[in-house]
């Protein structure tokens, strides 16, 4: 299964230049990163980025390899976010 994150390309590439990804300024803030599956993407989109002019970047990452580190969580709509 894969598990997306969604991102400026400024906020990528600051984490290539870096040699690491640390998460955006709210998964600081929640102190998680936060991802979505393939069906919720759209939902994240029109919640958190919808507003957004800057040029958008969708980052898979396979779950299987994110071992233990993958968390779910239940959200205030009631799904259930990777994180």
Not at 37 to 52: I, S, V
Not at 59 to 65: C, G, K, N, V
């Amino acid at each position: 299964m894969l598990v997306f994150k969604i991102v400026t390309a400024d906020e990528w590439q600051k984490a290539l230049d870096a040699g690491v990804y640390r998460g955006s300024e709210a998964d600081k803030k929640d102190k998680f990163i936060h991802l979505s599956t393939a069906q919720q993407l759209a939902g994240t989109l029109a919640r958190h980025f919808a507003d957004t002019t800057d040029e958008l970047l969708l980052i898979a990452l396979d779950a299987d390899s994110l071992g233990s580190h993958l968390k779910w969580e239940n959200a205030s709509n009631g799904e259930s976010y990777p994180h």
